[in-house]
């Protein structure tokens, strides 16, 4: 429960981050700012600050903002009307948002790796790193069936911390002592959901393998890395430069999937997917939060800017077609097919959320 309000607290304020840019760019081009909403309406209480409303609503997920002359399909004599803005100006309204959320995806990036967070996509060598810069861990992969394993409980997930007194950072080393111990029972402490666990284990000689094995797959993981810090203000840009391609390619397999008429691929998430999957991580201690963090803001960023009606992108896609026609596109056009474009964006967002639904619940 804990950790779902605070994936959706983390979800809503960077949400939140995104219009605060449309509402900086606003401000900055003389943009008049009529509302500025922390939350979804309902409204609780209002504040007015010169011209704007700041106002606190009772949905806590993210925020809005109303400018002046957004979205009207006539003209509005008030030279701080954004329909009187030039197109410019307008187009950099329109992009705020994602590069906010690149911003912020960047500044998290530089924090995660000063505290020793291992690349998200690329490889610790390109980053100069030495294996004695790393620290790993040891994470069960597979549990065979009918395994010593199974039988006392380990499961796929499991973080192996000790095996008697033993510390293990090396699959080898594990394998290591569980062979020596000639089939006596063994002791080992696991990390699962954030809850230190001791299971006793008695080893079977496999003859496979030619020694003593409790049925288990394992990975090494890179736990931390110790950058060289004045470097990693260039290696999170670098970091954020792959990242930021995986997910437009992520994106455009997903797009290319569902007008072939594939559908939605069976790892695409919605809100109630991301609560979920985001209350695991938080559980594995604050680099994963911030890790959790990065990439949400990165597909804020990426999915704000494709160019589809209703979202940043499918705005900036007609100003873009205004600056080369050098004439505004008919509003009452635009209107309707950007009010079409949030029609069919929540019908997905609800197909996605009713598969979710069925999928976690």
Same mark, same amino acid.
């Given at each position: 429960?804990?950790?779902? =309000? ?35 309406? @309902?409204?609780? &209480? ?8 700041? /106002?606190?609503?009772? +949905? @806590? ?21 954004? /329909? ?9 309204? /329109? ?47 597979? $549990? ?28 080898? =080393? ?15 402490? =696991? ?5 230190? &666990?001791?299971?006793?284990?008695? @080893? ?48 455009? /397999? ?48 990426? +999915?704000?800017?494709?160019?589809? @009606? ?18 505004? +596109? ?12 949030? $029609? ?18």
């Amino acid at each position: 429960m804990i950790t779902g =309000i605070a994936v959706i607290l983390v979800f809503g304020f960077l949400i939140l981050l995104h219009e605060a840019g449309h509402f900086w760019a606003a401000r900055f081009n003389g943009v008049k700012i009529e509302e500025f909403g922390i939350g979804i309406p @309902p409204r609780i &209480k209002g504040w007015r600050r010169g011209e704007t409303l700041y /106002s606190l609503n009772w +949905i @806590p997920i993210g925020g809005f903002v109303r400018l002046l002359g957004e979205g009207v399909t006539t003209k509005i004599n008030d030279k701080h009307s954004l /329909s009187n803005k030039t197109v410019w100006q307008r187009m950099s309204v /329109s992009v705020a948002g994602v590069f906010v959320n690149l911003l912020v995806a960047y500044v998290l990036m530089m924090v995660a790796f000063w505290g020793g967070m291992p690349p998200i996509v690329g490889d610790p060598s390109a980053y100069n790193i030495n294996l004695d810069q790393l620290s790993t861990t040891v994470v069960v992969s597979a $549990v065979s069936a009918g395994s010593p394993a199974e039988i006392s409980g380990l499961k796929s997930g499991d973080q192996i911390l000790k095996i008697g007194q033993q510390e293990i950072f090396d699959g080898n =080393i594990l394998a290591e002592q569980i062979d020596i111990s000639g089939g006596q029972g063994v002791v080992i402490n =696991i990390l699962r959901d954030g809850e230190i &666990k001791e299971i006793g284990l008695r @080893p079977t000689f496999d003859d496979e393998l030619g020694r003593y094995a409790v049925g288990i797959g394992l990975d090494t993981l890179i736990a931390k890395v110790k950058y060289d810090t004045l470097k990693v203000p260039w290696y999170a840009l670098h970091e954020l430069w792959l990242l930021t391609i995986l997910v437009l390619q992520a994106i455009w /397999s997903f797009l290319a999937g569902l007008f072939s008429g594939a559908g939605i691929a069976p790892d695409v998430v919605g809100p109630v997917g991301l609560i979920s999957l985001g209350g695991q991580l938080i559980t594995q201690g604050w680099l994963s939060l911030v890790r959790f963090a990065i990439l949400l803001s990165v597909n804020l960023a990426v +999915i704000n800017i494709i160019p589809f @009606p209703a979202l940043d992108g499918g705005r900036l896609f007609f100003q873009i077609l205004e600056a080369l026609r050098g004439r505004k +596109i008919n509003p009452v056009l635009e209107n309707r097919i950007h009010s079409l474009g949030f $029609v069919l964006v929540l019908g997905l967002i609800f197909i996605i959320t009713y598969r979710d639904i069925l999928r976690f619940f």
